[in-house]
């Protein structure tokens, strides 16, 4: 089954403690993005890549790492939560410009 | 930098009624609209989308339409039902730079609650 694997779910962890969620797609596609949700703004995009060992920032890049060494996955990196990191994260993949996008099942976090 | 806005932010309905949902864009270089449908606790979900060589795209109960021109996009849903009620994003592709990937900037999204 084509799919985005998110993990965890639900991470309620303290300020300054590093952390990661991990990304993985089995559709062999190149490109993947990290978005937060939060209410009343949307899905911001924080960083994208476009292939393996190619990333760019998004719209809300302060505070996250990425890493794409491996095609399939696209793990987030949280050096130093800090309480405003609290959010709903989502990972996301897609083949083409103009393809559907594939979304993880989302990473609630709550930073204390 | 590019935006999209999306009105109204919440809508509620009878079911039966139809539904219409309103975007609007500022990069004039956009050519892809997609709407995403997020069910409660769910991840976003692609249930349509239109490209800027086409004005309208049906889909069963769904539409969109598209206004390169005012830069607006709209979502139709007709004949709405309780399984319909959901949170609805509606995004436009913005190109960052010349040759650069196309990325997708999201509408803030509408709650849409649809009574029985």
């Known amino acids: 089954e084509a799919q985005v694997t998110q993990n965890p779910r639900y991470l309620i962890t303290v300020t300054g403690k590093k952390l990661t969620v991990t990304c993985s797609q089995n559709?062999?596609?190149?490109?993947m993005s990290w978005y937060r949700q939060d209410p009343g703004l949307g899905l911001r995009q924080i960083y994208y890549?476009?292939?393996?060992?190619?990333?760019d920032k998004g719209d809300v890049p302060e505070g996250y790492k990425v890493s794409r060494k491996e095609k399939r996955n696209f793990p987030l990196i949280l050096e130093s939560p800090s309480p405003n990191q609290t959010s709903l994260y989502f990972c996301?993949?897609?083949?083409?410009?103009?393809?559907?996008?594939?979304f993880g099942s989302g990473t609630q976090l709550s930073v204390l | 930098g590019e935006n999209v806005e999306q009105h109204p932010s919440t809508l509620s309905v009878q079911e039966g009624d139809s539904a219409v949902i309103k975007c609007t864009y500022s990069?004039?270089?956009?050519?892809?609209f997609p709407w995403y449908k997020q069910e409660l606790g769910k991840r976003p979900q692609l249930i349509i989308d239109?490209?800027?060589?086409?004005g309208e795209k049906k889909d069963q109960r769904i539409a969109v339409t598209l206004n390169k021109t005012a830069k607006h996009f709209s979502l139709h849903i007709t004949e709405t039902q309780p399984e319909d009620s959901a949170v609805y994003f509606c995004?436009?592709?913005?190109?960052?730079?010349?040759?650069?990937?196309?990325?997708?900037?999201f509408g803030a999204g509408t709650r849409l609650a649809v009574h029985p």
């Open positions: 559709m062999n596609h190149e490109y």
């Open positions: 890549s476009m292939n393996v060992e190619v990333t």
């Open positions: 990069d004039s270089a956009s050519n892809y």
């Open positions: 995004a436009a592709s913005s190109n960052p730079w010349p040759g650069g990937y196309n990325k997708l900037i």
């Open positions: 239109i490209r800027s060589n086409v």
């Open positions: 996301a993949s897609r083949q083409g410009v103009e393809e559907k996008l594939f």
